[in-house]
């Protein structure tokens, strides 16, 4: 196939690829609809990840999900032994899966390679044949390579949705050693021009002393060039990759998830509006006391879901009774924790529990699994890692040298991060004040073995609004709904409950509740006021 086929045919010529969310066409507007930015406000999706939308609940329990591991979507590059990266792009309108990796097999020493694999499902992957890209210059050493660069860290692969500077794509990288000692010594513009004629080739210069950071970037997916004034760097913090990007469109802003330094195993969040000029680093994330000892954070992937942002952090398990043999402990397990954001800069953990595991040896994955992309597809969840045989920062067993690292896949029900269920057989649990602001509202629930009821009751919670009650309701009984629609006998919607102060109460029989969707607002007391003198609401502030 070559070049100009396979664009037409990928949808990059004049189609956006579609990263993170099958509803992020374009990226940015797609997600207002849930309240993130603009002032707009419209459906929305209540999650589980703390108790704050409910004054009571009796007998219930918030549960972390299992994601279930795919063995089928197990990917090892046939060329580079390696999977290749674990960020897949996932095309809609074409229902074309896509991903690049970084590897540096066939390259001279301090080169690396983009390489390019392609899917029709997200599950089976190859290489993708591109016999008419040509890398910049050097061999073309694969046929799915792309691009040849030199550097010594990368980042996440980024998809810009908007895109002001024509680079649809995006790629962090971090160069060191000799090479950007010679490229600052030769130019007097450089940021580290007058270090490098002070101090000449320092011991520790090839690997930590001097470094640069700058984006790889790309219109078409395809060809890439250097943008060395897309400088995300300072001139006194250089931290280890890896490093994920993401876009809060509540600010318009690109943000990248790095760590706090060089073994400063801390997550930052630092901000941009144009790649060049960006905020001082800030810790955002960071072991607490019920980690213990031993639990460190490499850095936390980050994807807009719904209203919010979901984390995907990276926890080292270091402990270890032998002494420190280095500068930090780095030898144990990887997996990855669950972290939430209303807004994209205050995060929370729900549970000290594992989210994506590890397997079991001697699995793809049984040493590391780190995970990096979350894809929300209609009926399911996918979340992509990195994963490898071997622990960090100890070699394979011998058997699997040259094939160790792979790319795994688990999936998780819509929605399925957090969910409500009974501690036995039969829960309750009332909303606080809230009111609904369209007519229509579903939610997302399991209940092979019982059922789910739901009912409205006055703000006051003194009784049910006629026609509303559990009675009425019709539920979802021994079925499993990503979309049950919110109905009552005689109130087929929430027409006559619209624009009143309410109370949602929930009655759980052997069932779980992942979500609730709907123009809904939860009320402060000056909401509640103007609302009952029949006065507009503001229903952005917040989001709530």
Known sequence: MNRRTFLLSTGLVGTAWTARSADDVPAAPARKAEGQGGGKRGPRTMLFFDWFHFDEAREVQLVQGKPVWRPEAT??????????GAEPFFDRARKRWFKWGVNDKGLPEGFDGLFMCESDDGIAWHPA????????????????????????????FYEDPLAVDGYRYKLAIQHRGEWVYERALKDPKHPWHEV????????????????????LVSRDGLKWEDRFDYDWGRADWHPEEPYFSFFNAKTGEHCMTPR??????????????????WTEPRVVMQPDAQDGVGVEFYTMAVTPYAHGYIGLVWAAHFANSKPVEWG??????????????DDGERWVRPSREIFVPCNAPPLPGCGMTRPERIIELDDEIRIYSNASIALHGSPPPKEHKGKFKHMVMHSLRKDGFMHLAPRGHSSELLTKKITFLHPEATFNAQAVLGEVR?????????APLPGFSFDDFIPLHQSDSLKHPLRWKTQLDLTAAMNKPLRLAIRLEAAQLYSIRGDYHFLDAADENLLTNGLPINTTRFGN
């Open 75 to 84: 990917y090892c590059d046939p060329f580079t032994g390696t999977g290749l």
């Open 328 to 341: 930090v402990q780095s030898v144990g397990t990887t997996d990855g924790y669950l972290a939430w954001s």
């Open 129 to 156: 044949e591109l016999p008419d890209v040509k890398p910049p210059f050097g061999e073309k050493v694969a046929p799915h390579h792309i691009h040849t660069f030199q550097c010594k860290n990368w980042g996440s």
């Open 454 to 462: 739901m009912e409205l009751r006055d703000e006051r919670n003194r």
């Open 196 to 215: 490098a004629k002070k101090t000449g080739k320092l011991k520790g210069t090839k690997d930590l002393f001097m470094a640069q950071e700058s984006y």
């Open 260 to 277: 706090a330094g060089w073994g400063d195993r801390r997550v930052c969040l630092i901000k941009t509006h144009d790649f060049k000029t």
